[in-house]
């Protein structure tokens, strides 16, 4: 990547971590109008939102570590984070209580009623809303805009009729829903998130899986044609959880970010994580913050160009 094309600016900051911003403006803060802007992804920190024991950190580490690097224009947590409601209050610590969170169900939110009820009611005003899902999942189902970007929340625990306490099922219903937002955009950028993923990944570090063989749809043919629309609609990309293992590749033509686990020393299998996605006109990158086994420290781990 050559950075200086884009005018890229090295920053060291705090206890010496090195990452690249756009420029203080374009990462701290952006306009919804710009096309230059950053966002969050940050999950599966269910039921480790701190406090931690003396010398740890939980979820609260990686939110004061996201005051130190940029904490973007939103945070969006691609499943499992439950309670919500401690998941707020820890944002509203951190990083604001104006600062946007686009929560997108999991399986742990599903099976929990209480969980269900809080997103239930967060559904019913979602920020820069462009589309309600299909009938059943309109408050968990959902796409919105920001700056020249259009985002798709997907929630693969919809059977049809409504959620569901199952493996996956994007169904027939979520698929014409998707086809048709898709279509409809004229945003140059697109992401989709769900919890599953297309395929669970080793851990870019630890090499751990987890959840081998599930995949967004427990319906081979309908898992295909959900892999059909990202590539015919050109979607930049699919950003998951569910595994706690982090993971950013190409898979079957489509790149998948998972997004791991961002509860700190609470799963010492793979390195509490969370990633931010950095937006320049038609050009993205995701980096990678992974913590150390206490889960206070956060370094950049790596940079992809999303192209």
């Not at 999950?43 to 005051?67: H, N, Q, V």
């Not at 259009?150 to 049809?160: E, L, Q, R, S």
């Amino acid at each position: 990547m050559k950075l200086s094309r884009i005018n890229w600016k090295p920053v060291i900051q705090g206890y010496g971590i090195a990452f690249i911003c756009l420029a203080l403006t374009a990462c701290r803060t952006p306009s919804q109008n710009g096309d230059h802007f950053s966002f969050i992804t940050a999950g599966d920190m269910r039921s480790f939102t701190g406090p931690a024991p003396a010398g740890k950190r939980y979820f609260d580490g990686a939110c004061e570590a996201l005051r130190k690097v940029g904490k973007g224009a939103f945070m969006i947590s691609p499943g499992d984070f439950d309670p919500p409601a401690q998941v707020r209050a820890t944002l509203d610590r951190y990083l604001g209580t104006n600062y946007l969170w686009y929560p997108v169900v999991g399986n742990h939110e599903i099976g929990t009623p209480a969980d269900m009820a809080w997103v239930l009611q967060w559904g019913r005003n979602i920020p820069h809303l462009v589309r309600r899902g299909p009938p059943g999942a309109e408050f968990t189902t959902y796409s919105f805009d920001f700056g020249d970007s259009h985002f798709v929340a997907v929630n693969d625990y919809f059977d049809g009729s409504a959620t569901a306490v199952t493996k996956g099922s994007v169904t027939e219903a979520t698929l014409d829903w998707l086809k048709k937002d898709l279509a409809a955009t004229r945003k140059p950028l697109v992401w989709v998130i769900g919890h599953q993923p297309i395929e669970s990944l080793p851990d870019m570090d630890s090499g751990r899986v987890r959840h081998r063989g599930e995949s967004v749809s427990t319906n081979s043919v309908y898992a295909s044609r959900f892999v059909a629309l990202l590539q015919k609609y050109r979607v930049r990309a699919y950003i998951c959880g569910h595994t706690h293992n982090t993971s950013i590749a190409k898979v079957k033509g489509v790149w998948q970010a998972d997004s791991g686990h961002a509860r700190g020393a609470g799963d010492t299998g793979s390195p509490s994580t969370f990633l931010k996605f950095i937006v320049s006109g038609r050009r993205a990158w995701v980096e990678v913050y992974r913590a150390d086994p206490s889960g206070e420290h956060y370094q950049l781990r790596k940079t992809v160009e999303l192209n």
